[in-house]
């Protein structure tokens, strides 16, 4: 089921013509879920990757996908995150969600 949500451009709110415009969101939703942490969100305290946790972190891309899973299918999201660690040594996290 497609999400919808207020429209956003660089976290503002999207107006067009005095009004605010309501756009499919689960791009948005998925990406506000694995950058929050958990206490964010007054509906629901729990929720939440925290992912800038996990800079320069000791723990590895393994548990980053399995806290991705737990949260994104809690949204009722089905996904099956992968890391990747690029050649700078970055880790990329890839929800892999269909909708």
Known sequence: ?????????????????????????????IADCINSYAGWWKENPTAGVGITQYLKSR????????????????????????TTIDSNGQLILNPNVTI
């Open 59 to 82: 723990q590895n891309g393994q548990t980053l996908a399995r806290i991705a899973k737990l949260q994104l299918t809690a949204d009722g999201y089905n996904c099956r995150p992968t």
């Open 1 to 29: 089921m497609i999400r919808h949500d207020l429209g956003l451009i660089n976290n503002d709110i999207l107006i067009q013509n005095n009004d605010v415009i309501f756009v499919e969101s689960d791009t948005q939703h």
